[in-house]
């Protein structure tokens, strides 16, 4: 009877208590607007992973918005929210999460504008990555903040600096395994202007730390790892004669950190240093011509290939090349407009490389052919060879081919493209890759704003010398509109090797040199199914289902895995005030967290109201 009370209240409440519209004022400066939604009902929770629980709720979230002074002084933005899921809908998911995003910005449109930004987010549903298929469900907290300020005097170097910082833990579904991570990042940059030179120079400082289980490559215990480094760069451009242009830049960075795993109770330790210089040169003296020369100097591929590997979050040692690892490579070419639509480009490159304790030394030259207008009013083509020789192989050759379509016949219309590669060069001479990418699109007008469409595509990757190491994916999605009601449906599969960083299982770009400890062999696929409706007018129906199936395999253990969600809502507006009802099912297992699998499932009946409040 209490509960049926409270309800009623509550309603009465959202149907009588009136809107205002007016802007608050707080003497002489400070103006206000505060706005949000209000909401209330009843809810209910019952799993594996939480205890059941059902209960009358009350959520919202609000915007407050306003300035001192003037707007150009100082603005702001504070939007706090309170049991209302930012993950699957508006209104219900997994977990009812309750945070704020504030922003302010002063001296705007002054010499000396500024911000400060800060938020944080508790009891949050987030994912955990896997490529090519839906991403694993989480649970967690993070905040983040940011404080950044600038010097825009006439006549002197521009001046910025900013600083932030941010950090969460979240528990994977299905598992009782925590993972954390955390960043800090101070950037310096100033820009400046004399003698026909535009410079910019940057510095950046930046530290990783993560800890994360390490059941998704298939092993039981943790990894840690915890980075800092530091980025210096200038870089210049200046006009040159016949409409030309150059650059020139120059990158200084180092990256040191300690990589722990207490699997193996083992710590690796990394310290790299990495200098690189480029210079280029493009000219066009006449409309047709364009000429170019490049320049390009990298004292350490070691730390060029760590570092790209670092800043995606993942921390794993690498199979060390040799200590004089570097590249240096000359490139020159032109390309000429034969027609307005037929072109042409030729270029020649020299390299000299050393790495895995070999120097090389050789030459690649490189020609395209494109036509940009539709053959057959339906495609155009480009196709490129390029012939390479180094002391090991001579005269290879290799291939690059682009063909993109449109066209429309009646009520369809068809588009999509393919793009085919061989023995294509990568940053290391001695290695070439292949790869093909697909795609296509058909669309049906079905009359009276109703609409099919249907897509597919794919690509396919991998080291031409090597055997297994090939990254592929391929997926197929459709959509039917018609009047009042929308179907659609996807299918997603995938296979390749990836690294497990602090954000889940992530794809990498083939590279020689990592180690194969580091690797994560993964196969996954998933297929799902959505449905909308409009019976009446105001009243929408939606619902959603996805299945995701995936294998992971490290040099140890295989794990199986799997997540199934379906959710579903209702919603009737009637002008401020919406009756709404959602539900929800889930669950995840991932066989090699030595957990059973976790389920949960929760249903929400209540009603929301607009109110803008001053």
Request: hydrophobic share 30%; glycine share 12%.
């Amino acid at each position: 009877m209490k509960r049926i009370v409270e309800c009623a209240a509550c309603l009465l409440f959202f149907i009588i208590v009136p809107s205002t519209h007016a802007q608050v004022q707080v003497g002489d400066d400070l103006r206000m607007n505060l706005s949000g939604i209000l909401t209330a009902g009843y809810n209910g929770n019952y799993g594996d992973q939480v205890p059941s629980n059902h209960s009358l709720e009350y959520g919202g979230d609000a915007t407050l918005s306003g300035s001192y002074y003037n707007p150009n002084f100082l603005n702001f933005t504070i939007a706090p929210y309170y049991n209302q899921s930012k993950a699957n809908s508006s209104f219900q998911s997994l977990t009812d999460s309750s945070g704020v995003n504030a922003n302010a910005n002063f001296f705007t449109g002054t010499r000396f504008p500024g911000y400060v930004s800060y938020n944080y987010t508790r009891n949050n549903t987030g994912t955990f990555g896997l490529p090519g298929s839906p991403d694993f469900t989480t649970v967690g907290t993070g905040q983040g903040f940011g404080i950044g300020w600038s010097a825009l005097l006439p006549e002197w170097p521009t001046f910025s600096v900013s600083y932030s910082q941010g950090g969460g833990s979240g528990n994977v579904f299905g598992t009782n395994e925590e993972s954390k991570s955390s960043t800090r990042t101070l950037n310096l940059r100033s820009s400046y202007k004399k003698a026909g030179w535009l410079l910019n120079a940057q510095f950046t400082h930046q530290n990783i730390s993560s800890d994360f289980p390490f059941f998704l490559g298939g092993e039981q215990g943790r990894n840690s790892s915890d980075f800092s480094g530091n980025n210096i760069g200038v870089n210049g451009a200046h006009n040159l004669p016949w409409n030309g242009s150059l650059s020139l830049s120059f990158n200084h960075s180092t990256y040191s950190g300690e990589f722990g795993s207490a699997l193996e109770q083992t710590n690796s330790f990394t310290n790299y240093t990495t200098n690189t210089e480029t210079a280029n040169a493009n000219f066009h003296p006449t409309q047709k011509l364009s000429l170019f020369i490049g320049q390009n100097y990298t004292d350490n591929l070691d730390g060029y290939f760590y570092q790209n590997i670092v800043s995606s979050g993942g921390g794993v040692p690498l199979l060390p090349m040799h200590s004089q690892s570097y590249s240096s490579t000359v490139d020159g070419g032109a390309s000429y407009n034969f027609t307005k639509n037929l072109y042409g480009s030729a270029q020649i490159t020299y390299f000299h490389q050393a790495y895995f304790g070999n120097s090389y030394d050789g030459s690649y030259l490189t020609g395209t052919v494109g036509y940009n207008k539709r053959i057959l009013k339906t495609f155009t083509v480009s196709g490129s060879v390029i012939e390479s020789s180094n002391k090991f192989a001579s005269n290879s050759l290799g291939f690059i081919g682009n063909l993109n379509g449109y066209h429309r016949f009646g009520l369809w219309e068809l588009s999509g493209g393919f793009s085919y590669a061989q023995n294509v060069q990568t940053l290391l001479v001695t290695y070439t890759t292949s790869y093909y990418n697909y795609n296509a699109n058909l669309h049906r007008r079905l009359g009276r704003g109703m609409q099919w469409t249907g897509a597919i595509s794919g690509s396919h990757s991998g080291f031409t010398q090597q055997v297994g190491t090939v990254n592929q994916s391929e997926g197929f999605s459709t959509s039917l509109a018609l009047r009042r009601i929308t179907l659609s449906g996807n299918y997603v599969k995938s296979s390749g090797q990836s690294l497990l960083t602090s954000t889940g299982i992530q794809p990498i770009p083939l590279t020689p040199g990592l180690s194969p400890e580091g690797l994560i062999v993964y196969n996954g696929k998933s297929y799902g199914a959505g449905l909308s409706l409009m019976p009446l007018p105001r009243l929408t129906i939606s619902g959603n289902y996805s299945n995701a199936m995936s294998d992971t395999l490290s040099n140890r253990i295989f794990s199986n895995n799997r997540t199934n969600i379906f959710y579903g809502q209702f919603q009737y507006r009637l002008r401020k005030i919406s009756v709404l009802g959602g539900y929800t099912k889930f669950a995840q297992s991932i066989s090699a967290a030595g957990t059973p699998p976790g389920s949960q499932y929760s249903f929400f009946v209540g009603v929301t109201r607009w109110f803008n409040f001053f």
